[in-house]
C-alpha cells in the first residue's frame, strides 16, 4: 500500500533535486577551470524568465529550454568579459551578476506573473513507464531530470577521463604552467564559464517550466547560492554533487511536506531548514582544510593575465 | 582586439576617475534600456535621475535614502579590504531591526532619551550576532563566509516574517503582517523640521568619518589594508588573520544592525516583511563605488539613494516596474568593475607586426 506513497515521495525529491544538480554541474566546471562565478542565483533567474516568456509565445518547450541556455550563456558571457578581459574580482562580479538578474529578470517577468504554461512532457516509453515502482522512477519524469543526471556522469568523464578535461583541469590549478606550455588559459576559462552558464540558464528553465510551470519574482529562492555549496559540499568531484544534490532535495522536499502535513510548528521555521543545512553541510565539510585544500582548484577565483 | 598593458604602478589618477566614467557609461546604457522598454530615453534619464532631486522634498529624502546605505557601506569597506566578504549584511539590518524593534514594542512608554539609545545598542548587537555567526564558522571551521553569511539572510528574513505574522503581529491591525506602530518615544527624532531627515542621517555621516579616522589613523586600519594587499606580508607580520576576521565582520554587521534600528525607527515605524528594498545588497554597490573608503561610501550612498528615489518616480511618472533600479545599480557595478583595470593597466591598440608580408 506504501508503494505508492514512496514513488511519489521519489518523484518529488527528483524534481526538487534538478534544478540545484544542473546548476551545480555547471558551477563545478566553471570552478575547475579556475573561475569561481558567484552569479549563478542571478543566471538562473534570468534563464527562468526567458524560458518561460519563449514557451509562453511559441508554445514550444524545446524552445524554451533553449532560449532559457542562451539567456544563461549570455549572462556568463557578460560575466566573462569582466574577469577574464577585463580582470575585475569575480566575487564581486559574481554579486554584480546576481544583482543585475534579479533586476533583469523582474523587469521582463512583471507582464508574466500569473501566466501559466502547461509542465514539461514526462517521458512516455510504452511499455517500461507502466512498469510497477521504477516505471515512473526510470521512465516517467520530464527529460531534463534524466538529463541532469547523465549531465553529472558525462562531466565525470570529461574531467576525469579526456585530454581536454586534462587541460581544463590544469588550467584551475595552476593557469602560469598551463600557459606556459601553451595551451590557451583564457579561451578554455571562456568556455567553461559559459557551460556554467547555460546549465545554471537550464536550471532556471526547470524551475520556471517544470518545477512550478509559472514565474514569480525571485523564484529560485538562493537555490542558485545553495548550488555554490553544493560544489564545496562536493569537494569538486561530480559524484558527490549528485549525493548532495538529492540531500538537498529530499531537505527541500521534507520542508514542503511537513507544512502540508499541518503540524503545529511556524512554516518559517521549516522553510528555514534548507539554508541552515546548507551552512551545517558547509561546515561539516570545510573544516577538514587539507581535504578542501587537495580538491579545490589551486588558481580557484585568481585572474590571469599573460606577460608580454 | 585592444590589449591590456600593465602600468606598474597603481594609477591615482583613474581611482578616481573610474567611478565617473563608470556612471557616465551606466547613464547611457540606461538610455538605451529605456528606449528598448519603449519610453524615450531622455524624458525617462529626467524621470530618473533628475526629477527626484529637483522636487521640493528630494534633497532631504535622499539622504534619508542614504543613511542605511551609507552605514552598511562603511563597514562592508572595511570588511572588503581585508578580503572578509561578508554579503550577508541584509540579514544582519534585518536582526537590527528585530532586536531594536523588539525593544520598541515592549517599552513603548520608556522615557525617549533611554530608548533611543538602548535601541540603538540592540540594534548593533543584533547586527553583531548575526554576523558573529559566519564570523566564528569561518575562523573555527573554515567555512567560506560568503555563502554562510548569505544563507542566513533567508533565515533573518523568514525569522522577521514569523514575528510579524506571529507573536508580534498588531492585534488591531486587521491581520496585516506586520506590528503596532512605534510609539513617539521609540521614534528616531527628526533633525530638519519638515523633512523626513532623522537622527540616522547624522549617524551615518559620523559612521563615515569614524571609519576614515579608523582606516588611516589606526594600527587596526593599517593592518586591514595590509591583509587586503599582501596577505602574505600581513602573515609575516604576524597580525591575526582570525582577529582582523572577527573585527571585519563585527563591525560590518554591527553598523548593518543600526541601519536596520533606524530604518524602523524612522521612515517605517514599525516591523513588517518590507523593511528593506534590498540595502544589504546594494550597499556592495556602494562600498565599491566608493572606493572602498569611508568618505568616499558617504558619496556611493547618496549616488545609490538616488537609484531608489529615481525608481520610484519612474514607477509613478512612467509606470515602469521598480526592477529598473536593480539593473541600474547592476550596471553601474558592472561598469565599475570593468573601469578599475584602468588602474593598473593601459589600453593598447593592437601593433601591426612590423615587416609582414
Known amino acids: ?308 | 582586439m585592444l590589449r591590456l598593458e600593465p602600468r606598474g604602478a597603481y594609477s591615482r589618477w583613474w581611482t578616481y576617475a573610474s567611478p565617473v566614467l563608470a556612471m557616465a557609461l551606466t547613464v547611457v546604457t540606461s538610455a538605451i534600456i529605456f528606449s528598448i522598454l519603449g519610453k524615450d530615453p531622455l524624458e525617462s534619464l529626467y524621470v530618473f535621475l533628475v526629477a527626484p532631486l529637483v522636487s521640493s522634498s528630494g534633497l532631504p529624502e535622499l539622504f534619508v535614502k542614504a543613511a542605511p546605505l551609507i552605514l552598511i557601506g562603511v563597514g562592508l569597506s572595511l570588511g572588503f579590504r581585508a578580503n572578509v566578504w561578508n554579503i550577508g549584511a541584509e540579514g544582519q539590518y534585518t536582526l537590527g531591526a528585530v532586536f531594536a524593534g523588539g525593544l520598541a514594542l515592549a517599552y513603548p512608554d520608556a522615557p525617549a532619551l533611554l530608548l533611543i539609545p538602548a535601541m540603538i545598542v540592540l540594534g548593533c548587537v543584533g547586527g553583531m550576532v548575526w554576523a558573529a555567526i559566519p564570523a566564528y564558522l569561518r575562523t573555527h571551521w573554515n567555512a567560506n563566509e560568503i555563502l554562510t553569511s548569505l544563507m542566513l539572510t533567508y533565515v533573518a528574513q523568514l525569522l522577521l516574517i514569523y514575528l510579524v505574522t506571529g507573536p508580534w503581529r498588531d492585534p488591531e491591525g486587521y491581520g496585516f503582517p506586520q506590528t503596532a506602530l512605534f510609539s513617539m518615544n521609540a521614534t528616531a527624532p527628526i533633525l530638519v523640521d519638515g523633512t523626513r531627515v532623522h537622527l540616522g542621517v547624522l549617524v551615518a555621516l559620523l559612521a563615515g568619518i569614524l571609519g576614515w579616522v579608523v582606516l588611516t589613523r589606526s594600527v587596526i586600519g593599517f593592518q586591514l589594508r595590509v591583509l587586503g594587499q599582501a596577505p602574505r606580508a600581513a602573515r609575516f607580520a604576524g597580525f591575526s588573520q582570525n582577529r582582523l576576521i572577527w573585527l571585519s565582520l563585527l563591525t560590518g554587521g554591527g553598523l548593518a544592525g543600526v541601519a536596520g534600528m533606524f530604518e524602523v525607527a524612522g521612515p517605517v515605524g514599525q516591523l513588517t516583511p518590507q523593511i528593506s528594498p534590498g540595502y544589504g545588497f546594494t550597499a556592495i554597490i556602494v562600498a565599491f563605488l566608493g572606493r572602498l573608503h569611508p568618505i568616499g561610501v558617504i558619496f556611493g550612498g547618496l549616488i545609490l539613494a538616488l537609484s531608489y528615489l529615481g525608481g520610484e518616480t519612474a514607477q509613478i511618472d512612467l509606470g515602469m516596474p521598480n526592477a529598473v533600479t536593480g539593473i541600474f545599480q547592476g550596471v553601474l557595478l558592472f561598469f565599475l568593475l570593468a573601469c578599475d583595470v584602468l588602474i593598473l593597466y593601459r589600453l593598447r591598440l593592437p601593433r601591426r607586426a612590423a615587416g609582414g608580408a
Open chain 1, 1 to 308: 500500500m506504501d508503494q505508492v506513497l514512496v514513488v511519489s515521495f521519489i518523484l518529488s525529491v527528483m524534481t526538487a533535486s534538478t534544478p540545484l544538480l544542473l546548476a551545480a554541474t555547471g558551477e563545478l566546471v566553471t570552478e575547475k577551470a579556475g573561475v569561481l562565478n558567484l552569479g549563478v542565483e542571478g543566471m538562473m533567474l534570468v534563464g527562468a524568465i526567458v524560458g518561460f516568456a519563449a514557451m509562453v509565445h511559441t508554445g514550444s518547450a524545446t524552445l524554451g529550454v533553449l532560449c532559457a541556455m542562451l539567456a544563461g550563456m549570455a549572462m556568463a558571457l557578460i560575466f566573462g568579459i569582466l574577469t577574464l578581459t577585463f580582470l575585475a574580482n569575480q566575487v564581486a562580479t559574481g554579486l554584480a551578476l546576481t544583482i543585475f538578474g534579479t533586476g533583469l529578470s523582474a523587469l521582463v517577468g512583471s507582464g508574466y506573473v500569473g501566466t501559466a504554461v502547461p509542465p514539461l512532457p514526462k517521458l512516455d516509453i510504452p511499455g517500461l513507464s507502466g512498469l510497477p515502482f521504477l516505471g515512473p522512477i526510470l521512465f516517467g519524469q520530464d527529460a531534463l531530470v534524466y538529463l541532469s543526471i547523465a549531465a553529472v556522469f558525462a562531466v565525470a568523464w570529461f574531467l576525469r577521463r579526456s585530454h581536454r578535461g586534462l587541460i581544463l583541469r590544469a588550467i584551475g590549478d595552476s593557469h602560469d604552467a598551463a600557459h606556459a606550455i601553451g595551451y590557451p588559459v583564457i579561451l578554455i576559462r571562456y568556455l567553461a564559464t559559459l557551460f556554467g552558464g547555460a546549465m545554471a540558464g537550464l536550471a532556471g528553465a526547470y524551475m520556471s517550466l517544470a518545477y512550478s510551470t509559472s514565474w514569480a519574482e525571485n523564484m529560485t529562492a538562493g537555490r542558485g547560492w545553495i548550488a555554490l555549496a553544493l560544489v564545496v559540499f562536493a569537494t569538486w568531484r561530480p559524484g558527490w554533487l549528485l549525493v548532495g544534490a538529492y540531500l538537498f532535495g529530499g531537505i527541500m522536499y521534507l520542508s514542503l511536506y511537513v507544512q502540508g502535513l499541518g503540524i503545529a510548528l511556524p512554516s518559517q521555521l521549516v522553510s528555514a531548514l534548507p539554508y541552515v543545512a546548507t551552512i551545517l553541510v558547509l561546515v561539516l565539510i570545510s573544516r577538514d582544510r587539507t581535504k578542501i585544500r587537495l580538491n579545490a582548484p589551486a588558481c580557484l577565483g585568481r585572474p590571469f593575465h599573460a606577460a608580454g
